[in-house]
């Protein structure tokens, strides 16, 4: 059975894609971007603050899956500039204490023109 995850703390899926699925036992969480989602807007400056924001928002969808982060198995990050590696790795870290098996690319762009952008998947077991 697969089952859908959808929270109004998380941004809203803004395409044809869902914020999250549920397989099984295990989540696969769509790619979150630092969209406030009380605004809808990109509020976050500077690859800290967008961090913090695009991994507060995949908090959320973990907490609507029953989950947290100590509980995910592997992360996609996605950065627009590498030059931001160890900038995000400081607030990343500070989330995925558990360290999950991660790649990590940087992109010509990402939607929004954000800095950064991170999927997971998690074990619900």
């Known amino acids: 059975m697969i089952k859908t995850i959808a929270t109004d703390k998380a941004p809203a899926a ?3 894609y869902s914020q999250a699925k549920i397989a099984g036992d295990t989540l696969y969480a769509s790619g979150q971007i630092p969209i406030n989602p009380a605004t809808g807007n990109v509020e976050a400056e500077g690859i800290e603050a967008q961090a913090e924001q695009a991994i507060k928002n995949v ?8 989950t947290d982060y100590a ?7 996605f950065l627009a500039d590498m030059a931001d590696f160890a900038a995000f790795n400081a607030v990343y870290e500070k989330y ?3 360290k999950p098996a991660r790649s990590c690319v940087a992109v010509k762009s990402l939607p929004k023109n954000v800095l950064c952008e991170v999927e997971v998947i998690a074990y619900l077991g």
Do not use: N, S
């Not at 908090?59 to 029953?66: F, S, T, Y």
């Not at 509980?71 to 990050?77: A, L, N």
């Open 14 to 16: 803004i395409g044809p």
């Open 59 to 66: 908090g959320e969808i973990l907490k609507a899956a029953g």
């Open 71 to 77: 509980h995910v198995v592997k992360t996609t990050c």
């Open 96 to 98: 995925f204490t558990e």
